[in-house]
């Protein structure tokens, strides 16, 4: 949480704050989602939404007709291997509080043969206290049951075909053993899929390593970018790979609100509970701002500070609102270091920001569209960053270190006025991770 008075904030970093002061006249906004009232508890939300879900459900159980509006209970019945997809400690999905609601009905109902997989897509497994934090109270019952997707083995993927922007479909084959399959997951902006949740439960959170680099290779149009859906080749490929799933699929969406409590839950069908949970997304996370900022304050908050890959989403949110010529400040430890190596390799072998964008044209590979994204703010923008990796490695990524916010806010002051700017205007982002700010023209 960010609390703010007369200008004068405080900044979560890890479990401390760092103060962050300056004068009111500088101020252009503090943007933080916006406020939402959820309409009773998470367990109460989440069930509320089990009990009437969206459809009719694709793919639903065929005996006697499609199930139309199908609750959970109805879904379940006749089923023998129950495989439920969740995520990884990258997102903040409230996972323990859906199982909540999700295995009593599993037992009502005689379903128990169920197991659970990890969507890491191309990311590490999860460490033991990770599997712990994901699971809540559930750990010892389940942890026996919960499987990660290891993208990287060939041999634990099925063959599905090809998508309409020739993205070879490589899924994990727990999919197509199981014959129930509930996908779990929180909707939010994100930066080059328009919004995690839904459909990225499948592709990229268990497809093979080159259906998730091709896939992200996609990320380098123009049209891939935070809330854009139609016309998105990264959303297309994802939308391809769900009629070929062949077991019936059920949904659990959350939205999550400014303080990462659950604001609301949409259930049944994959598309219709996503759609549902975007519409509330938007109104959430997208915030209008006065114009655009000469400097942007952005903090990834847990759980998006594990690492620089993840917390990038903050460059790119507020790089959105991010005046030509001026500062982005990241104030993020990155506890758990870069990430994947990929990108940050390719930055530190470029010369400068326009350097790396031609080496990423002349040849992708996964996580490159990382190191595209942060050369065109870097391009175009001095970016600073708070955070726990060496004043070395975010050099060569043309980032400087500074050891406090309030050390870099005011130097880029600083900087502003001797450039002619007597009144260089401010803009925090508090969680700059899922907050889209909107400058308008």
Excluded: W
Excluded at 244 to 269: C, H, N, W, Y
Excluded at 275 to 295: G, L, N, T
Excluded at 415 to 425: D, I, Q, R, T, Y
Aim: proline share 7%; charged share 25%; aromatic share 6%.
């Amino acid at each position: 949480m960010c609390y703010k008075y007369n200008m004068k904030l405080l900044l979560p970093y890890l479990d401390k704050t760092f103060p962050l002061e300056f004068p009111d006249e500088n101020l252009l906004a503090v943007a933080e989602p916006n406020e939402y009232r959820a309409a009773g508890s998470p367990e109460a939300l989440i069930a509320a939404a089990l009990a009437k879900p969206r459809g009719p459900l694709t793919g639903a159980p065929k005996p006697g007709g499609a199930v139309s509006g199908a609750d959970l209970a109805e879904f379940l019945r006749g089923g023998r291997r129950i495989l439920v997809i969740i995520n990884d400690a990258t997102r903040p999905t409230p996972t323990e509080a859906i199982l909540a609601a999700l295995l009593p009905v599993c037992e009502e109902t005689g379903a128990e043969n169920l197991s659970l997989l990890m969507a890491t897509g191309a990311h590490r497994a999860p460490t033991e206290q990770e599997y712990r934090q994901i699971l809540g109270r559930f750990f010892d019952k389940l942890r026996p049951r919960c499987f990660h997707h290891d993208a990287r083995k060939d041999e634990d993927m099925t063959d599905i075909g090809t998508t309409r922007n020739g993205t070879p479909m490589l899924l994990n084959k727990r999919l197509f053993e199981a014959d129930r399959i509930i996908a779990t997951g929180s909707v939010e902006p994100h930066y080059f899929a328009g919004f995690t949740g839904g459909r990225k439960a499948f592709l990229p959170g268990i497809a093979a390593y080159k259906t998730i680099e091709a896939n992200h290779r996609q990320a380098l149009s123009p049209k891939a970018h935070s809330l854009a859906l139609e016309g998105n080749p990264v959303h297309e490929d994802m939308m391809d790979a769900l009629p070929l799933i062949k077991a019936p699929v059920f949904s659990v969406m959350t939205v999550l609100d400014r303080e990462q409590g659950v604001a609301a839950a949409a259930a049944g069908d994959l598309m219709a509970s996503f759609y549902e949970a975007v519409e509330i997304a938007r109104k959430i996370f997208c915030v209008a701002v006065p114009s655009r900022a000469d400097i942007v304050v952005s903090v990834a908050k847990f759980p998006m500070d594990i690492d620089l890959y993840q917390s990038q989403k903050a460059i790119d949110n507020g790089a959105v609102a991010l005046k030509d010529g001026g500062t982005l400040i990241l104030v993020s430890s990155c506890r758990d270091g870069i990430g994947d190596e990929a990108y940050a390799r390719l930055l530190a072998e470029s010369s400068s920001p326009a350097d790396a964008i031609e080496r990423i044209r002349a040849g992708y590979k996964l996580g490159y569209h990382k190191a595209a994204k942060m050369a065109e703010v870097s391009g175009r923008a001095a970016v600073r960053a708070v955070s726990e990796l060496s004043e070395e490695r975010l050099s060569s990524m043309f980032i400087k270190k500074a050891a406090a916010p309030q050390q870099a806010l005011d130097e880029a002051i600083a900087e502003a006025k001797a450039k002619g700017n007597p009144c260089p205007k401010i803009l925090v982002l508090p969680d700059g991770c899922v907050t889209v700010p909107d400058p308008g023209a």
